[in-house]
């Protein structure tokens, strides 16, 4: 703790770090998952707790009671309080506790470019660990090849590696729209080089996102600059889909993928289908408070059509092969719904609404950029997974930048960050 004192954010910057910490997972259907960056999330939440003076928040915190008060009523109002009390703290850690302990913690310019720093940093980390998996032939599968590039996540948690590279080519993206000369070039470039990896990751969802999360940050940043580049990326689509290849089949199998899922959807599409079919269901038989936090993948069986498989194939070198059950619907929003109901989400929904309109009224690329990614994100994943306590550090960090707008000195960085 004293050594953590002078820089409070470095416990933010440390829990970052660590989900780079390869987690060995035994039983993949047990309930709690505890990593290093899980461990290190609980000292950042302490150190706030011992520094931070409530007098001091800004209001805009209060934005998330309702996301607290949701949650503990559909864990009181769950059929099986005792199987939902694991996803209330779980869900209070990620959405409550740690935003909180990065907003009470960073409190300078200096403490936002460490949290940025380290995120950054992280995801070079792990586009070059992804990027020498996929030379060396030590990739996930995909297809019945070693070619998926999932960094030091694992095929267990295939989305980890896109996800962290995601948030560091925005940050690298909003920044180098507000700087000039070579720092420009340097902070372009390197979101330029980070984009290989996440093609490398094969996550149809990740490209979405960042597509969309570039477009956000361009368009408000300079309209002009953005209509350019939709349509410098519309006559490239064109190209792409008239002209021989690109050279690389699987890319395009996988990005032709995209268009084809709602025509002819592979498995890993029926499947989510199915899994969205079933938490709707759940939450039509208690639309207000859900079925209890925890309890989707108790239920999953009773309410999912039959045609969903039972797992999903994973394979890679560290781990081999497994049989992963598929406990949640990757979706976010249906999660929430299923579990929490229409409480739940009126209040998640508030939550990203609110800090998206002032992170767009206060100009604030970086956090527009972030929750636009996330915002997506959420519409193909959930919580759950070593890199998800970095989720909720960028979420803090959201938090912070448009609840503390003059947490920043005023140089072109700011501009970028604000």
């Known amino acids: 703790m004293r050594i953590l004192n002078p820089r409070p954010s470095l416990a933010a910057a440390l829990t970052v770090l660590l989900s780079c910490v390869p987690s060995v997972r035994g039983d993949l259907s047990a309930a709690v998952q505890v990593t290093a960056a899980d461990l290190a999330s609980v000292v950042l939440v302490a150190i706030a707790v011992l520094i931070v003076k409530p007098a001091t928040l800004p209001a805009r915190v209060l934005v998330l009671a309702p996301v607290a008060g949701a949650v503990a009523i559909a864990t009181l109002a769950s059929p099986d309080a005792m199987v939902s009390l694991p996803g209330y703290v779980r869900y209070i850690q990620v959405f409550v506790l740690v935003p909180l302990a990065v907003l009470a913690t960073v409190r300078d310019r200096t403490d936002i470019l460490i949290v940025g720093g380290s995120l950054v940093g992280v995801a070079a980390l792990q586009g070059l660990v992804g990027c020498v998996q996929v030379l060396t032939g030590n990739g996930a599968s995909y297809a019945g090849e070693p070619v998926r590039a999932v960094g030091t996540f694992g095929a267990l948690d295939v989305m980890g590696m896109a996800n962290v590279v995601g948030y560091g080519t925005i940050i690298l993206l909003s920044v180098g729209l507000a700087l000039r000369g070579r720092a420009r070039a340097a ?90 079919l079933a938490a709707t269901d759940m939450w039509l038989d208690r639309p207000l408070t859900g079925v209890g936090p925890r309890r989707f993948a108790r239920l999953r069986d009773t309410y999912a ?43 998640f929904g508030a939550f990203l609404a609110c800090m998206a309109r002032w992170a767009v009224r206060g100009r604030t690329l970086t956090a527009v950029g972030l929750l636009a990614w996330q915002i997506i994100a959420f519409a193909y994943g959930d919580i759950g997974g070593p890199a998800t306590p970095v989720m909720s550090v960028v979420l803090g960090l959201v938090l912070t930048l448009v ?16």
Do not use: K
């Open 403 to 418: 609840a503390r707008p003059g947490v920043l000195a005023p140089d072109p960085v700011q501009r970028a960050l604000r």
């Open 305 to 347: 059509p039959i045609g969903l498989s039972t797992g999903s194939d994973t394979d890679d070198p560290v781990n081999g092969y497994r049989r992963q059950p598929l406990l949640s619907p990757h979706n976010m929003y249906l999660l929430t719904l299923s579990e929490q109901g229409l409480i739940g989400l009126s209040a």
């Open 187 to 276: 902070a372009l470039g390197g979101a330029a080089l980070l984009c290989v990896p996440l093609a490398l990751s094969l996550s149809r969802g990740a490209w979405l996102a960042l597509l969309g999360a570039s477009l956000a940050v361009l368009f408000l940043r300079n309209r002009a600059l953005a209509a350019r580049v939709v349509l410098l990326g519309a006559v490239a689509a064109v190209a792409l889909a008239l002209g021989p290849g690109t050279g690389s089949d699987l890319l395009e199998r996988r990005v032709t993928s995209i268009t084809s899922a709602a025509t002819q959807p592979d498995q890993s599409v029926n499947d989510r289908y199915h899994l969205w």
